[in-house]
């Protein structure tokens, strides 16, 4: 059993920075892709970034592209999500998972993971 969990996150100004972390309870086998999605109040959880383990292969939702950065270091079995200039659309819950997506479409969507963390919650707000 796979569990998930992250931490970092808290109350920003517009134009900050937070990093999330994720650390996952044991080494992902090589297929096993780490993703983070986010959840805002009344909204369906979207896609943010996925990273595979095996490699450095990584995709951004538009929204986020530029600004976030997804990462791993695989000696902690940790995935971070570095999030710079953080915008008023921003807050949300954000969630890490873990699975093994059959392809970079399917490890884009949430219904692809069944391992989750609890949820870190972001805020922005001056």
């Known amino acids: 059993q796979v569990k998930v969990v992250e931490s970092g996150g808290g109350l920003v100004q517009p ?3 937070l990093r999330l972390s994720c650390v996952v309870s044991a080494r992902p086998t090589n297929d096993y892709a780490m ?4 959840q805002a109040p009344g ?5 943010v970034a996925t990273i595979m383990w095996n490699g450095d292969t990584t995709y951004y939702a538009p ?10 270091d695989n000696a902690k079995n940790t995935v971070y999500l570095q999030m710079n200039n953080l915008k008023p659309e921003d807050p949300a819950v ?9 392809t970079a479409a399917r ?15 972001v805020t922005v707000s001056s």
Request: a positive charge.
């Open 15 to 17: 134009g900050g920075s």
């Open 43 to 47: 909204a369906d959880r979207e896609f």
């Open 63 to 72: 929204s986020v592209q530029g600004r976030f950065t997804i990462s791993r």
């Open 35 to 38: 993703g983070w999605f986010r």
């Open 107 to 121: 490890s884009q969507s949430p219904y692809a993971y069944a391992y989750w963390g609890q949820g870190t919650q």
């Open 94 to 102: 954000y969630y890490c998972a873990a699975d093994r997506p059959r």
